[in-house]
């Protein structure tokens, strides 16, 4: 799929984003400008609420960058697209994520990337319905 495409897509947060992952967060969205997003996230699990909020700089139409601040880890994450030759688009993910309270299980790296690569394909799969979708009809399915 085209990058602008991606791009848009990719950074459209919105409160249904849960559902695409199959995960039970709550989202609010608290700002929404052309070079930003601001937005919370709340979900209950079984030792207690865990909260964050994100703060998403834009950089149309190739990339952007995340800081996020919770009660339970700090995390930065920056993202980077790629139109390839043949017209499918790459992401490319690189974050750090700080601990601010000790896990009780704690993930080793493989596993919490492992996680990261399982959100992120359930995220293509709708980014490529959509992408079907909008190709037929102005209006997006997600």
Excluded at 1 to 30: H, N, Q, V
Excluded at 75 to 83: E, G, I, R
Excluded at 114 to 122: D, E, I, Y
Aim: hydrophobic share 35%.
């Amino acid at each position: 799929m085209p990058l602008d495409f991606a791009f848009a897509w990719c950074t459209d947060f919105t409160p249904e984003d849960a559902r695409l992952e199959g995960e039970s967060y709550r989202r609010k969205i608290i700002e929404r400008t052309s070079r930003q997003v601001v937005f919370e996230d709340l979900e209950e699990e079984d030792d207690g609420w865990f909260w964050s909020r994100d703060v998403v700089a834009l950089k149309p139409p190739k990339g952007w960058h995340m800081e996020g601040t919770g009660n339970r880890r700090d995390v930065v994450a920056d993202y980077a697209l790629t139109s390839l030759a043949d017209g499918r688009t790459q992401l490319e993910l690189r974050w750090r994520r700080r601990p601010l309270v000790k896990e009780a299980k704690p993930l080793t790296k493989a596993q919490r990337e492992a996680s990261t690569l399982q959100a992120w394909r359930k995220f293509a799969a709708a980014m490529e319905r959509d992408y079907r979708t909008s190709r037929n009809s102005p209006r997006r399915s997600r």
